[in-house]
């Protein structure tokens, strides 16, 4: 790895694609108010890609779990 590469990883400058790939779909199911076919539909890809692609961020399916019981918990009161 040449110094230069290593210098823009450490200055937050250029980050892993995995952390950039994790933040675009997070995003995208905030602003579609976690309707995740609504997400799938912004970013250009089919629903069953979708959670293919979120399937490999395990954190980011429990956080939309967590979100998903928080919003029938609340609507239950």
Do not use: W
């Not at 892993?16 to 905030?30: E, G, K, M, S, Y």
């Not at 995740?36 to 429990?62: H, M, P, Q, V, W």
């Amino acid at each position: 790895m040449s110094e230069h590469f290593i210098k823009l990883i450490e200055s937050d400058k250029l980050r892993p694609l995995d952390n950039v790939l994790q933040d675009i779909f997070q995003h995208a199911i905030n602003f579609c108010e976690g309707n995740k076919t609504d997400a799938a539909n912004g970013l250009g890809i089919g629903r069953s890609t979708f959670y293919r692609k979120i399937g490999a961020y395990g954190e980011l399916l429990s956080q939309l779990h967590r979100e998903k019981l928080a919003k029938k918990q609340a609507k239950a009161l």
